[in-house]
């Protein structure tokens, strides 16, 4: 990325973190050219796409300063979860939102679906062809149950931009991101032990562990640094905590990233007390800056993080091609994968592996950063016009994701009745927990073009959601049709 989009792009953050509210003056182009050691072209050019963008505007002879009539929500609160292990439950509010995946007619902004209509894709595509085309049919064999080997070495190499030195021997390939976590919690835990996680955390994760029969301790969360560590400390003193899983990388649903010296004071807090972490970084590549955060993993001395990832979010979902970096666990996790599924499908292995093998993974991830980063902007200046007073949004750093607290004590299940009958779908905060707290939020997803249709359907929400307050107000009940747009 060029100098001067990299200076706009600093502090278009800055501006997003409320470091420069409405109405303020920006730092001048002298102050910003002695300060990051650039020319003043350079910064002339960065605050032009600034002005571009709608974050900056020019006064004559008095420098640039952000539109006073940008309304900027305050960042989501961090969580209060109760702090002692519960079982799960959630397990309908999940199936309900998968049953409305099938519906084209839907609008879907509660999904966690990647664009797959980008053209970056087609080599994936072709490579695809060719592979079932081929005469020896390898691609129809079983492979090792430790994955395709060619695709195990792309996946070491991509690996250095987190940080990590993997082999190809310490790679596990699995059916997804969802098979990689479920097969490390099996391998670590047992019926009723405490799983450690962060709050609000992936819907998917809380049902692999009401699987497996164990209890999660939320711990709270703060949406632009990550897990509390000094309330894990807490939890970690009073509980017999098994494992530690989250998401430290463009975190789903908040879409932080987590500070590297936190990073390394988790690590070093989980040496102290002698538990493993469970790392899901599904989304670490897409980071809406490059180079990627670094994981986890990368600062692991003694192998007790187990690395997580897919392909699903970057690439596509129905590629179903996943892995797991387990370090000392790697037996269990073989063991593990071997009674559950087997060997992973060989054809899109062999096909993921051209693909980055031939450099168009990274091509991909280019376009698709800049363009996640843009709808995640414009997603949340439509939440900004469109939501009521009141309502909290995160400020992503990566992914496609964006979490919306409500005012408190809203009724969520009405709201999902009328937009149901809306053709629109969200997905309910109350998935996202153990215990189904956060029931005044919703998670929204910008990965696919930002359209009329959506932002009327991000417009319809927000309308709803306000005659909801002002019929609970009256103490009234919500027409099933919704409000008229």
Request: aromatic content about 6%; hydrophobic content about 40%.
């Amino acid at each position: 990325m060029t100098l001067y989009l990299n200076l706009a792009e600093f502090i278009s953050s800055r501006i997003e973190q409320g470091l420069y509210g409405p109405g303020e003056r920006l730092p001048s182009v002298r102050t910003l050219s002695h300060e990051h050691g650039v020319s003043l072209t350079t910064v002339q050019q960065a605050y032009r796409v600034l002005e571009c963008s709608g974050l900056a505007i020019p006064r004559p002879k008095s420098g640039y300063f952000v539109p006073a009539n940008r309304r900027i929500a305050p960042l989501p609160q961090m969580g209060r979860p109760i702090l002692r292990p519960v079982d799960i439950s959630q397990w309908d509010m999940v199936q309900e939102l998968m049953r409305f995946d099938e519906n084209a007619d839907i609008v879907q902004l509660g999904c966690g679906m990647p664009d797959i209509t980008a053209p970056t894709l087609k080599p994936l595509l072709t490579a695809m062809a060719r592979i079932s085309r081929r005469s020896d049919n390898a691609s129809l064999q079983y492979n090792r149950i430790q994955g395709v080997l060619a695709l195990r070495e792309q996946i070491a190499r991509l690996s250095i931009d987190s940080g990590c030195r993997l082999n190809p021997a310490d790679i596990v390939v699995t059916s997804g991101c969802q098979e990689a976590l479920s097969t490390a919690i099996r391998a670590i835990c047992s019926p009723g032990d405490i799983v450690a996680i962060a709050s609000p955390s992936y819907h998917g994760m809380m049902q692999i562990l009401k699987a497996a029969d164990l209890k999660a301790l939320e711990i709270p969360t703060d949406p632009v640094t990550g897990i509390n560590l000094e309330a894990l400390e807490m939890a970690m003193e009073q509980w017999p905590i098994k494992v530690i899983q989250l998401t430290a990388n463009c975190n789903n649903p908040l879409g932080y990233i987590m500070p590297d010296e936190r990073k390394l004071k988790l690590i070093r807090m989980a040496q102290r007390f002698d538990v493993p972490i469970i790392e899901d970084d599904i989304y670490g590549d897409l980071s809406h800056r490059y180079p990627r955060p670094r994981s986890l993993k990368s600062f692991d001395e003694d192998n007790r993080v187990l690395l997580c990832s897919s392909f699903s979010k970057t690439v596509a979902p129905g590629l179903r091609v996943g892995w797991i970096a387990p370090g000392r666990y790697l037996p269990q996790v073989l063991h593990m994968k071997y009674i559950g599924s087997g060997a992973t499908a060989t054809q899109p292995q062999l096909a993921v592996a051209e693909f980055i093998a031939k450099g168009n993974y990274l091509l991909h991830l280019r376009r698709m950063r800049k363009q996640y980063k843009r709808n995640g902007d414009l997603m949340s200046e439509w939440v900004n016009r469109y939501f009521p007073a009141g309502t909290r949004v995160s400020q992503p750093q990566g992914g496609f994701t964006l979490w919306v607290e409500l005012p408190d004590e809203f009724d969520i299940y009405t709201l999902n009745q009328l937009l149901e009958a809306q053709d629109i779908q969200v997905a309910n905060g109350n998935m996202f927990s153990a215990a189904g707290k956060y029931r005044n939020c919703i998670r929204l997803n910008f990965a696919n073009a930002p359209t009329r249709k959506v932002e009327m359907a991000v417009l319809k929400v927000g309308q709803t959601i306000s005659q909801l307050k002002q019929l609970e107000a009256n103490g009234g009940q919500a027409r099933q049709d919704g409000p008229t747009v």
